[in-house]
T-cell receptor, first 114, second 118 residues
């Protein structure tokens, strides 16, 4: 069965510092990969997605993610974090060929210190 | 583009009553919509997959008679929580799937509905 692991439940970074959120997945084939962000009491906003092709994916708000097949990872990065980036971040996988039934990780809560 | 709305954003009801939550794709047609439930500080749990014009597919452990889903049009799906009880209190989030080719296959999420059952 597919699964998504986000090893870090909480991460605290200083504003202006770089950020990397980890995501590892278990899947029979290369799945579709997504990163979503959720602000308190809000729904999820898509940051970026990977289906195929270039393994470095650019998203909104200055985020990027790199797909590493050998490590079954899809880590999210940002060179310089802003205070407004404080939120919950979810990694998700979907079956290749179709975005049905996303499987979500447990999320990483990002706190930004000023 | 790809905006999904939910209504209401927040609802408080008495135990035993039914509550309907609407999910709309505002600028695209969605043949498939999904309903999730999120408990505090936890991830999203898929409840059911809703396909336009057909019966919803429920995940294991989700009571289909308690959580009624209707997907009558390509832009609207509704979730009705019947005979709600305090344990049904939760944050309910819908998503709508875009698909016009593999590269566009993505779920876009609504802002969620906070249900509190007294």
């Amino acid at each position: 069965a597919q699964s998504v692991t986000q090893p870090d439940i909480h991460i605290t970074v200083s504003e202006g510092a770089s950020l990397e959120l980890r995501c590892n997945y278990s899947y029979g084939a290369t799945p579709y990969l997504f990163w979503y962000v959720q602000s308190p009491g809000q729904g999820l906003q898509l940051l970026l997605k990977y289906f195929s092709g270039d393994t470095l994916v650019q998203g909104i708000k200055g985020f990027e993610a790199e797909f590493k097949r050998s490590q079954s990872s899809f880590n999210l990065r940002k060179p310089s974090v802003h205070w407004s980036d404080a939120a919950e971040y979810f990694c998700a996988v979907g079956p290749p060929g179709g975005g049905n039934k996303l499987t979500f990780g447990t999320g990483t809560q990002l706190k930004v210190e000023l | 583009g790809a905006v999904v709305s939910q209504h209401p954003s927040r609802v408080i009801c008495k135990s035993g009553t039914s509550v309907k939550i609407e999910c709309r794709s505002l600028d695209f047609q969605a043949t498939t919509m999904f309903w999730y439930r999120q408990f505090p500080k936890q991830s999203l749990m898929l409840m059911a997959t809703s396909n336009e014009g057909s019966k919803a597919t429920y995940e294991q452990g989700v009571e289909k008679d308690k959580f009624l889903i209707n997907h009558a049009s390509l832009t609207l799906s509704t979730l009705t929580v019947t005979s709600a009880h305090p344990e049904d209190s939760s944050f309910y989030i819908c998503s709508a799937r875009t698909y016009s080719g593999e590269a566009t296959d993505t779920q876009y999420f609504g802002p969620g509905t906070r249900l509190t059952v007294l």
